[in-house]
């Protein structure tokens, strides 16, 4: 195996392994932040968001140097749905700590086996990126040439929470006695937790899912394995719009390969206990959260709402990790869950503003 520290002829650029790993491939470089959802096609890997300057490029086996993700939290489902079907790309490097496109990478690394690193630079140093045609990603270094041979992987001795203050009940669900689902469901929020830099875990009132949304055969494939591991949700869980109408899809000419599947996952999340709402504005339900109460909702507008106007406490949730937090119980304290975070950072003053009456 070749030595992969920094040689005469190559640069190292250091940086922060979000999900570790080796990669090695052609760069594709871009400035601008990526949707996955909506702007990358699951099935193929090609970028279709047409106002996003890498439109057209296809990511299948590539190095995707991006500021980070944008958008939806279904960008995660996305991401792993291509992760799966063998269309993602080689590796992802990114120059702010990326939250929806690491925890698709997690989710399947703990449910399906599979991963791709993510790594973090400085943003001077992603920048240098955009001259660079060849990169090799190994552990927290990118380096700026093809370096063929992987090193050996250290999966097997990864370790979980070992910065975070868990519970007994926590350690009790890593280590497997909670069952199959609550273990992969707390290994995936600790890992999560590190990456926001989270040194403790919070208790939840109520999640919002929405993974529900079907993307693809992986996202069905997922809620069923976390349903047979005998997943059960612990709080409180309402349920996201599903993608399809249940009792009119055949006179809204759906196909009947998307129908089944999109119901069959819907019907998946609620065997876990989650209450059969199919609502993108969980915020009218009679179970609405109230001020300063903590919570794990998914779904953009719900948590802007949720924030803002109920003024209770939730983070942007990707897909899934929404479900890992109802089976558990538990949310990594970050974010919109502290206090201090919430304070305003910019002040709008109106002056001379008449209200018509």
């Known amino acids: ?9 190559e640069r190292v650029f250091a940086g922060r392994a979000l999900v570790a790993g080796f990669a090695t491939g052609t760069i594709v470089f871009s400035d601008t932040a990526l949707s996955f959802w909506g702007g990358v096609n699951s099935r193929t890997g090609e970028v279709i968001d047409r106002h996003h300057p890498l439109s057209t490029q296809v990511l299948t086996g590539k190095i995707l140097a991006i500021p980070g993700g944008r958008g939806s939290c279904t960008g995660s ?5 291509l992760i799966m079907n063998g269309h993602a790309p080689a590796g992802i490097v990114v120059s702010r700590q990326e939250e929806i496109l690491s925890l698709g990478v997690i989710v399947a690394d703990e449910v399906f086996g599979r991963s791709i690193p993510v790594v973090q630079l400085s943003e001077d140093d992603f920048a240098e990126l955009h001259s660079i045609p060849e990169v090799t ?7 700026a040439s093809r370096i063929e041979t992987a090193p050996g992987s250290d999966a097997a001795d990864r370790t979980y929470g070992n910065s975070i203050a868990l519970t007994s009940r926590d350690r009790s669900a890593l280590n497997g006695e909670m069952g199959k689902a609550a273990q992969v469901a707390m290994r995936a929020t600790t890992r999560m937790a590190e990456i926001q830099g989270a040194t403790e875990l919070i208790d939840i009132s109520q999640v919002h899912i929405d993974g529900c949304i079907y ?20 709080v409180p869980t309402t349920l996201n719009s599903i993608s399809v109408d249940q009792m009119r899809w055949r006179e809204q000419g ?9 119901s069959e996952l819907g019907e998946a999340y609620a065997s876990m206990g989650a209450r059969k709402t199919f609502t993108c504005a969980p915020y009218q339900l009679s179970s609405a959260p109230r001020q ?10 719900a948590v802007v709402f949720a924030n ?3 003024g209770a406490r939730t983070a942007k949730y990707p897909d899934y990790l929404d479900l890992c937090i109802a089976l558990t119980g538990r949310a990594p304290l970050t974010g919109p869950h502290i206090a201090d975070n919430r304070r305003a950072s910019l002040v709008v003053k109106c002056v001379g503003l008449r209200v018509a009456g």
Do not use: H, Y
């Open 1 to 9: 195996m070749p030595d992969i520290q920094q040689q005469a002829d």
């Open 77 to 81: 489902s996305v991401l792993m749905e």
């Open 137 to 143: 990603l190994n552990g927290d270094k990118v380096i």
């Open 215 to 234: 993307t693809g055969p992986t996202s069905l494939e997922f809620a069923k394995r976390m349903r047979d591991w005998e997943g059960r949700v612990v």
């Open 254 to 262: 759906v196909s009947p390969g998307v129908a089944g599947p999109a």
């Open 292 to 301: 300063g109460e903590q919570v794990a909702w998914a779904e953009s507008n």
């Open 308 to 310: 803002s106007v109920l």
